[in-house]
């Protein structure tokens, strides 16, 4: 129940290329995490990552910073739901 909120909350301080991240991701589907799961952590990683939120900061104000973040976060975490629903 918990595994797609963790999944998310453990990609955000990673820094990484997608393309990179594609091995990692299908062994850990292999080994038996749920397709929507390793699917959120893979948008977390490259879609909320620390790095970006510090770059972002130069530019944005602190509301929009966290209105940025809430909206991807709930938008990944909902869709992994989905994902292992779906599958």
């Given at each position: 129940m918990?595994?797609?909120p963790i999944a998310v909350i453990i990609?955000?301080?990673?820094?990484?290329?997608?393309?990179?991240?594609?091995?990692?991701v299908e062994s850990l589907i292999e080994k038996g995490l749920?397709?929507?799961?390793?699917?959120?952590f893979l948008m977390a990683v490259s879609g909320i990552s620390l790095p970006e939120?510090?770059?972002?900061k130069k530019v944005?104000?602190?509301k929009l910073i966290g209105a940025f973040v809430l909206t991807i976060t709930?938008?990944?975490?909902?869709?992994?739901?989905l994902f292992n629903i779906i599958l």
């Open positions: 918990f595994a797609v990609g955000i301080p990673l820094y990484s290329n997608v393309i990179t991240m594609i091995p990692i749920p397709v929507g799961t390793a699917l959120a939120i510090i770059i972002l944005l104000k602190n709930v938008s990944i975490i909902f869709m992994g739901y």
